[in-house]
């Protein structure tokens, strides 16, 4: 039973530049989040998708968007980086909208110089 | 404003000993509690959950403890072992699968 997988693993990008990250679910689950972890700090909410709309959004600004795919997979936008945008972005999935654990996927490490 | 906060950044402890983290909340709002663990390089591993109807929750080797009065929260490790050392985050939501506010984290560190 695969676990939340995500794509890259690494990634070095320059300022100004743009990125997509992308996740795939665990197997059976439909609701995919998205995290963003500064080093030292704990994840940061940034959206979550269901049935391929964002359901819920964090305190980021609309430089970050996401899709989901009718497959329950996501990516991951962020346009004009900044060096602040440097972390470990992570993915995490569960079962519907309420009512179970979230697992998460190892993460992206994006880098911006 | 939410918050999630931890009393320790650090916690060493001996092989063998027991071990507690603990954990601040502040959203009265928040119902669902969770304990995840995080290894070098890896996501969030979920650990134990607890919800805001239970004060004490055990799973193996593992107890979370919940008290709404003060909203604390903690993670007792029993029989502490190496592969234990990672960081430890409390993580709070008002559903289960919606967003988590987590905190800082505890790194703990585990001396053979």
Known sequence: DAGVTQSPTHL???????VTLRCSPKSGHDTVSWYQQALGQGPQFI??????????????PDRFSGHQFPNYSS???VNALLLGDSALYLCASTLGLTGNEQ???PGTRLTVL | GESVGLH?????????????????YSNSASDYFIWYKQESGKGPQF????????????????????????????????????????????????????KLIFGQGTELSVKP
């Open chain 2, 47 to 98: 650990i134990i959950d607890i919800r805001s109807n239970m004060d004490k929750r055990q799973g193996q080797r593992v107890t979370v403890l919940l008290n709404k009065t003060v909203k604390h929260l903690s993670l007792q490790i029993a029989a502490t072992q190496p592969g234990d050392s990672a960081v430890y985050f409390c993580a709070e939501s008002s559903n289960q699968g919606g």
């Open chain 1, 103 to 105: 697992f998460f996927g």
């Open chain 2, 8 to 24: 320790l950044p650090t916690l060493s402890v001996q092989e063998g000993d027991n071990s507690i983290i603990n954990c601040a």
């Open chain 1, 47 to 60: 959206f979550q998708y269901y049935e391929e709309e964002e359901r819920q959004r964090g305190n980021f």
């Open chain 1, 12 to 18: 070095i990008k320059t300022r100004g530049q743009q």
């Open chain 1, 75 to 77: 990516e991951l936008n």
